[in-house]
């Protein structure tokens, strides 16, 4: 006969599962799928330059009153080639039209630039104004290739031609275009000669969803060095980066200076648990989930359930696991004393399992009578009949056993083996032949239950 499992087994496996490993003969537990938790989904924090769609006045003062946002720039800046003041009328329509959100009146008038002027410089202003009209409509797909047609003229001033180049590359990063993405933005860096946090954590971003990501961790670090007061998302990919590459030890360094600096930041301290788990630290994890509790961070019973099965993971893994097998019944009762933990099928269950992990078998019985009632099938029926007939309970154990059956079981071979065992405990040798020779006809249990009908038809017990 199969021995009883230490406890039903509580969720799926993580990646980081430690599947190999046993613990006095039994498959040792994977840990929770609740506590398995992913790093939080990343921010969107590709945030689009708006293009500095200003008025357009006398081209050699507004270039004259610019500063330089790229000095390091090699491009030679061109000539503003717009000296009709008629065609400068043109352009500072459209773009007043665009400021007021007339977009209609604003298309008109770029598109009459296009069609009439002969200057390169108010065509590319105009291109520009007509990207920015297919932004504001959500089309930004229709805005890239204007604003392509705008530098191909390479008629702009460094300032409106590298910000102009820059918000292409962001378009594409957002249609998920990612190679077209870093191509561009690769391009706004070399030719641009300007370092900019924004810009590398968009690099980094682009790495990162094309899997690059020790590239990613490059561009992010270098993000951070130029900007440190940056975004709480840029730390977040930065970390995502480290776990692409299975580098938990950098990855848990990001989150434990998270937690230092934000200790109540619920948030930040479910993903250093999750570095942790994803680092084969489970020891380090439930530390870190004992303090929140402690801390009054923990108030769902979600909380609480995930905290009491990282206990007994931890205590089913130890040479003695009562001391934490207790630990995590005291949680759930703590937080069903507290209205916390809702009576479940979960919460008792668990509540069960701790018990008898921890070897006090008649409060396991208690949790697991608990847990029945809100179960849809006869599992808990299964191990509570089990336990009886485990602790020679014969009479009670194969009622409980009939029962579970009635209400579905999934090892339904093994518990026919368990109710005839109880039979040939009670002499009852005609009820156990018949409970074997269903149990024979179970593939997990067929080739013990034929084992013990040929002793019974041998007129050996």
């Given at each position: 006969?199969?021995?009883?499992?230490?406890?039903?087994?509580?969720?799926?496996?993580?990646?980081s599962?430690?599947?190999?490993?046993?613990?006095?003969?039994?498959?040792?537990?994977?840990?929770?799928?609740?506590?398995?938790?992913?790093?939080?989904?990343?921010?969107k924090?590709?945030?689009?330059?708006?293009?500095?769609?200003t008025?357009?006045?006398?081209?050699?003062?507004?270039?004259?009153?610019?500063?330089?946002?790229?000095?390091?720039?090699?491009?030679?800046?061109p000539?503003?080639?717009?000296?009709?003041?008629r065609?400068?009328?043109?352009?500072?329509?459209?773009?007043?039209?665009?400021?007021?959100?007339?977009?209609?009146?604003a298309?008109?008038?770029?598109?009459?630039?296009?069609?009439?002027?002969?200057?390169?410089?108010?065509?590319?202003?105009?291109?520009?104004?007509l990207?920015?009209?297919?932004?504001?409509?959500?089309?930004?797909?229709?805005?890239?290739?204007?604003?392509q047609?705008?530098?191909?003229?390479?008629?702009?001033?460094?300032?409106?031609?590298?910000?102009?180049?820059?918000?292409?590359?962001?378009?594409?990063?957002?249609?998920e275009q990612?190679?077209?993405?870093?191509?561009?933005?690769?391009?706004?860096?070399?030719?641009?000669?300007?370092?900019?946090?924004d810009?590398?954590?968009?690099?980094?971003?682009?790495?990162?969803?094309?899997?690059?990501?020790?590239?990613?961790?490059?561009a992010?670090?270098?993000?951070l060095?130029?900007?440190?007061?940056?975004p709480?998302?840029?730390?977040?990919?930065?970390?995502?980066?480290?776990?692409?590459l299975?580098?938990?030890?950098?990855?848990?360094?990001?989150?434990?200076?998270?937690?230092?600096k934000?200790?109540?930041?619920?948030a930040?301290?479910?993903?250093?648990?999750?570095?942790?788990?994803?680092?084969?630290?489970?020891?380090?994890?439930?530390?870190v989930?004992?303090?929140?509790?402690?801390?009054?961070?923990?108030?769902?019973?979600?909380d609480?359930i995930?905290?009491?099965?990282?206990?007994l993971?931890?205590?089913?893994?130890q040479?003695?696991?009562?001391?934490?097998?207790?630990q995590?019944?005291?949680v759930?009762?703590?937080?069903?004393?507290?209205?916390?933990?809702?009576?479940?099928?979960?919460?008792?269950?668990?509540?069960?399992?701790?018990?008898?992990?921890?070897?006090?078998?008649?409060k396991?019985?208690?949790?697991?009578?608990?847990?029945?009632?809100?179960?849809?099938?006869?599992?808990?029926?299964?191990?509570?009949?089990?336990?009886l007939?485990?602790?020679?309970?014969?009479?009670?154990?194969?009622?409980?056993?009939?029962?579970?059956?009635?209400?579905?079981?999934?090892?339904?071979?093994?518990?026919?083996?368990?109710?005839?065992?109880?039979?040939?405990?009670?002499?009852?040798?005609?009820?156990?032949?018949?409970?074997?020779?269903?149990?024979?006809?179970?593939?997990?249990t067929?080739?013990?239950?034929?084992?013990?009908?040929?002793?019974?038809?041998g007129?050996?017990?």
């Open positions: 006969m199969q021995r009883m499992p230490a406890a039903a087994q509580l969720g799926g496996m993580c990646a599962d430690y599947a190999s490993s046993s613990h006095r003969g039994q498959p040792r537990r994977p840990l929770p799928r609740e506590v398995c938790m992913k790093v939080r989904s990343l921010l924090f590709l945030l689009l330059l708006v293009l500095a769609l008025a357009v006045g006398a081209a050699s003062a507004r270039d004259d009153k610019n500063a330089p946002e790229y000095p390091n720039t090699k491009r030679e800046q000539k503003n080639d717009l000296r009709s003041e065609e400068q009328r043109m352009l500072q329509a459209g773009f007043n039209a665009l400021n007021k959100n007339d977009d209609a009146k298309t008109d008038e770029l598109n009459k630039v296009l069609k009439d002027s002969s200057s390169k410089y108010a065509k590319a202003m105009a291109l520009r104004g990207a920015q009209v297919q932004m504001n409509a959500g089309n930004n797909k229709a805005a890239v290739p204007l604003l047609q705008s530098l191909d003229l390479n008629s702009l001033p460094n300032n409106d031609y590298f910000n102009t180049m820059l918000t292409i590359a962001q378009l594409q990063a957002q249609d990612w190679q077209p993405a870093l191509a561009t933005l690769q391009k706004w860096m070399t030719e641009g000669g300007k370092q900019s946090g810009a590398y954590a968009l690099e980094g971003n682009i790495y990162y969803r094309l899997n690059q990501y020790q590239n990613a961790v490059g992010m670090k270098q993000a060095a130029l900007k440190p007061d940056a709480d998302s840029w730390n977040q990919l930065l970390m995502a980066s480290y776990f692409g299975n580098d938990y030890a950098e990855a848990a360094k990001l989150e434990e200076a998270v937690v230092a934000n200790p109540n930041d619920k930040a301290v479910k993903n250093l648990v999750s570095v942790y788990i994803q680092a084969k630290e489970p020891d380090k994890a439930l530390k989930m004992a303090a929140a509790k402690a801390r009054g961070l923990y108030t769902s019973n979600d609480y995930n905290l009491a099965k990282m206990y993971y931890i205590g089913q893994n040479d003695n696991p009562k001391p934490d097998a207790l995590a019944a005291g759930v009762q703590d937080g069903l004393s507290k209205n916390i933990v809702t009576p479940s099928l979960e919460a008792y269950k668990l509540l069960g399992d701790a018990y008898y992990v921890a070897g006090e078998q008649d396991a019985m208690s949790a697991w009578t608990k847990a029945s009632p809100y179960a849809k099938d006869g599992e808990m029926d299964f191990l509570r009949g089990q336990l007939i485990q602790d020679q309970k014969f009479t009670e154990g194969r009622s409980l056993m009939q029962t579970a059956l009635k209400r579905g079981v999934k090892r339904v071979g093994a518990a026919w083996a368990l109710i005839g065992n109880a039979d040939l405990a009670l002499k009852d040798r005609k009820a156990a032949m018949a409970a074997f020779e269903k149990a024979a006809q179970d593939p997990e067929h080739a013990a239950a034929e084992k013990v009908l040929k002793q019974l038809r007129g050996r017990k």
